[in-house]
């Protein structure tokens, strides 16, 4: 459980302010401010920059406490010397030199400044676009038919802007096309038949643009032939993607991917029967096996990972020898048991088989084996780890030292997103903020603020102790005095009465201290509390109560 601070009162305690020997409880303004420039503040002074500012009303004693941001306008000069007579600037599209400004207005209230941009604009009165045609024959331009190659040029001039295009013409009387064919057999090309390799031209004429076209023609013709192939094979023969196991005459039509052309393919064959003796032999392991064997011919090694039936042949494949040696194999895999165990957590993780705690989802998935079994399989277990962040309550904000009869009023700084719900005595509430009407005892109220996630849910609990007081009696009737206040650990305590019962709560309303019969002086030892904003409730043996607040600095 983590517990929750409440921010005004270590806002109270870290403040160079003389609370020491000031009994009373002083109200507290605090602001956050943000401004364009400079802000003028209630003590008469005016601020220019980020700060933070004190200022007590001397009238009501009121402390006032201002957070202040300072923006300041921004701006932006730009000077631009233009190549051609227009400009596009910030959407705006300019045709005269001169100065411009445009202005971001910032949101009214929110604080920052106007943006202002300036620009210095210089513009050329003239402009060229140039482009470069390769053609053949002639080429229409702005209306023209040109027929020569060279640099032409057109200029207009609109609202004082000279504008000048420029052509590169370059014109070819003839144009080569190159193209290069395998064929198988003849070729037919431009109404002629092809019938021999070789490089063949044909001149298409325009008489109307004055340009001609050379088609280039590279002929490979291709003759393909195939002889009777003799081969011999023990057992079977794979030839040209197809397996034969018997002796005979064969043949394929073979075709070329690339040029297309069939060809005719015999062979004559002559296939020898091996000779098959067979072994039978047993293996058992441990997920998988390896089962070597090896004989005259050579060695061949297999890894087995299932139970069962196999067989592996040794083949020597030589004309002269043709056998095949069969081992079958009886094969019994006894498998190491997997499992796994799927955790939602909120944060961390602690997984008692392997004594680790996890912040973070590691990469690969942690495992666990457990010891093995008479065959050395080991059982393995596997964490699919989902971790997500619990909420913080970081305070819980409020008034809980009440007179009796008092509305109490409570409310958290808390991760957003997250739901609340309130615990005190028999009732709860899910509101943002808790009201408790007429408060008449000390009441404890814990606080459970939750994130949702898709299956589960991550929690973080924070409490305190709403404390009332009837008849409390202040400096006027009894004189206790506290020293040193703000104090690093030793709290002397001084009082006309003795003193039958001290009790000190922190700033969630926890008890973290109980002494009695302290008499009328006394030290105590408070080095064992941390750094924060304390209340001591005296007990005199008169009867009176006296509540006074002090502060650790450590």
């Known amino acids: 459980m983590k517990k929750a601070l ?80 227009t400009y596009n600037w910030r959407g705006e599209t300019y045709t005269q030199a001169g100065m411009y400004s445009d202005t971001v207005v910032a949101a009214v209230g929110s604080g920052l400044c106007d943006s202002i941009f300036n620009l210095s604009l210089t513009l050329s009165n003239t402009e060229t676009d140039a482009e470069t045609v390769h053609t053949c024959g002639q080429y ?55 019938t021999t390799s070789g490089v063949y031209t044909h001149l298409v004429e325009n008489a109307e643009i004055n340009c001609d076209t050379l088609h280039q023609l590279t002929l490979s013709i291709i003759v393909d032939s195939a002889a009777m192939v003799y081969d011999s094979a023990c057992a079977s023969k794979t030839w040209r993607g197809h397996e034969y196991t018997e002796s005979g ?57 299932e139970s069962g039936y196999f067989d592996t042949m040794l083949t020597d494949r030589r004309w002269a020898r043709c056998y095949d040696s069969t081992i079958a194999i009886h094969i019994t895999i006894h498998k190491s048991g997997y499992d796994s165990t799927y955790v939602n957590a909120c944060d961390s993780f602690h997984w008692d088989l392997n004594n680790r705690t996890y912040y973070n989802v590691p990469e690969k998935a942690p495992s666990y084996a ?17 971790l997500k962040k619990a909420p913080v309550i970081t305070s819980i904000n409020g008034e809980w030292n009440l007179k009796a009869g008092e509305t ?38 814990s606080l ?27 400096a006027e009737s009894a004189n206790v005095t506290l020293y040193p206040n703000p104090t690093v650990g030793q709290l002397n305590i001084e009082s006309a009465e003795n003193i039958s019962r001290v009790t000190i709560y922190n700033a969630l309303g926890q008890q973290v201290v109980a002494n009695t019969n302290l008499g009328n002086k006394t030290v105590m030892d408070l080095t064992n509390l941390t750094k924060g904003a304390y209340t001591m409730h005296l007990s005199l043996q008169n009867g009176e109560t006296v509540i006074r607040k002090f502060i650790i600095t450590k």
Request: aromatic share 10%; proline share 3%; net charge negative.
């Open 370 to 386: 457990f010891s093995t079994d008479t065959f050395g399989c080991d059982s393995m277990m596997v964490l699919m780890l989902t």
């Open 448 to 474: 459970q603020a939750t994130l949702n996630y898709n299956s589960y849910s991550c929690h973080d609990t924070s409490w305190i102790t709403i404390v009332t007081f009837v008849g409390i009696n202040g």
């Open 249 to 305: 005459v064969y043949s394929i039509l073979d075709t070329n991917s690339t040029t297309h052309c069939v060809t005719y393919r015999p062979i004559t064959l002559n296939i020898k029967t091996p000779r098959t003796p067979v072994c039978d032999t047993a293996v058992e392991g441990c997920n998988n096996v390896l089962f070597t064997i090896s004989s005259l011919v050579g060695s061949t090694t297999k890894r087995f990972s």
């Open 6 to 85: 409440l921010s005004l009162l270590l806002a109270v305690a870290v403040m160079p302010l003389a609370l020491a020997q000031d009994n009373t409880q002083r109200t507290i303004i605090t602001s956050n401010s943000t401004v364009c420039g400079s802000l003028a503040w209630i003590d008469g002074q005016t601020y220019t920059n980020d700060t933070v500012v004190y200022y007590i009303n001397p009238t009501d004693d009121t402390l006032f406490v201002l957070n202040l941001t300072v923006n300041h306008p921004f701006v932006s000069n730009q000077t631009v010397i233009g190549t051609r007579c």
């Open 408 to 445: 109490a009023v409570l409310y958290p700084t808390c991760t957003p997103g997250a739901s609340y719900k309130w615990t005190y005595g028999n009732q709860t509430s899910t509101a943002d903020t808790l009201r408790i009407p007429n408060v008449q005892g000390n009441i404890d109220v």
């Open 140 to 194: 229409v331009w702005k209306g023209d038919t040109l027929l020569q190659s060279g640099v032409y040029g057109d200029t207009t001039v609109t609202d004082n802007c000279t504008h000048i295009d420029v052509l590169n013409l370059n014109l070819v009387s003839t144009i080569n096309v190159n193209e290069v064919v395998s064929n198988c057999g003849d070729y037919h090309w431009y109404d002629t038949l092809l």
